[in-house]
C-alpha cells in the first residue's frame, strides 16, 4: 500500500494537510508532527474518511521523529 500526505496552499500562503493515504488509524499520530510545524490545528475542519478503519501498511510510531 502507498503512502501520501497531500497539501493545500491558498492563494494568502497558508498551508493546510488535504489529504492522508495509506497510514490508517495512525494517521492522527502521523501528522500530529506536521501540524505542529504548520502552526495551530484547527480541529472542527478536519473530515475523517474511510481510510481511518483501514489498517497501516507499517507501524508508524516507529518512523516519526520529532
Same mark, same amino acid.
Given at each position: 500500500?502507498? #503512502?501520501? $500526505?497531500?497539501? @493545500? %496552499?491558498?492563494?494568502?500562503? /497558508? =498551508? #493546510?494537510?488535504? /489529504? %492522508?493515504?495509506?497510514?490508517? @488509524?495512525?494517521?492522527? &499520530?502521523? *501528522?500530529?508532527?506536521?501540524? #505542529? =510545524?504548520?502552526?495551530? @490545528?484547527? &480541529? *472542527? *475542519?478536519?473530515?475523517?474518511?474511510?481510510? $481511518?478503519?483501514?489498517?497501516?501498511? $507499517?507501524? =508508524?510510531?516507529?518512523? $516519526?521523529?520529532?
Amino acid at each position: 500500500m502507498s #503512502k501520501l $500526505i497531500e497539501f @493545500a %496552499v491558498d492563494t494568502e500562503g /497558508n =498551508v #493546510k494537510i488535504a /489529504n %492522508v493515504e495509506g497510514y490508517g @488509524a495512525g494517521c492522527l &499520530e502521523t *501528522t500530529k508532527w506536521l501540524e #505542529k =510545524v504548520l502552526g495551530q @490545528a484547527d &480541529e *472542527t *475542519t478536519r473530515t475523517l474518511t474511510d481510510e $481511518i478503519n483501514k489498517p497501516a501498511s $507499517i507501524d =508508524v510510531a516507529d518512523h $516519526i521523529e520529532l
